[in-house]
């Protein structure tokens, strides 16, 4: 057994069918009763122990039947086609919640919610992301097809500015907020409208064990 460290540094764009804010974010449960959400990562400054992972890009199509914390959820994780089989399996096992402490990342709280993981997807992924102007766009051919903007005052027009400021928070500490559509195929088929977008500069640390 051997230690290994990694990081990823970039800049993260999530989306999913609550109303804005998100009220997993409040400890409330989902609007809906469920938790279906797309996510997506540019990773500008990453490794997993000796591979470098920088410009790649990563992406998630999830859905739970419940509150995430209630388990039962499934998840098709999507990676950069562009990545070399070194960084397939490190970023596999980042987003798996490997080599990582129980409870650090969003990745290895998820992963102790997911009955079900479907075979990973390695393709292109076009995602842009501007977190100050709270807008995306996410293309995954066959996949996922999500765009967001800023969340619109619905007397004037004018874009509303918000941010969620979480000190203790294990995905962020602060994201901007805006809205999205997104539309998705494969095994989670997935529509969300005119729902929670979040956007945020992205920066998670993990140290674990390999076996």
Known sequence: ?????????????IHCNCTYGCPCQFN????????????????????????RLDGL???????????????????????????????????????????TEPGATFFAVFATTFDTVHEPVFTRIDFTVDVDGRTARVEI???IDARAEPIRNPVTGEEHHVRINLPHGFEYDMCEVGRGWAETKGPIVLSLSDSHAH?????????GVVH
């Open 28 to 51: 409330a449960l989902p609007t809906q009763g469920k938790c279906h959400a797309v996510g997506a990562i540019e990773i500008e400054d990453g490794f997993h122990g000796s591979t």
């Open 57 to 99: 890009k990563i992406a998630m199509i999830v859905a739970w039947p419940g509150a995430i914390h209630e388990g039962g959820g499934q998840c098709v994780p999507i990676v950069d086609e562009r990545a070399t089989p070194e960084q397939r399996e490190a970023l596999l096992r980042i987003m798996s919640g490997e080599d």
């Open 141 to 143: 051919p066959g996949w």
């Open 1 to 13: 057994m051997m230690s290994v460290d990694w990081k990823l540094q970039g800049r993260e764009f």
């Open 199 to 207: 956007f945020s500069r992205l920066h998670m640390t993990g140290a």
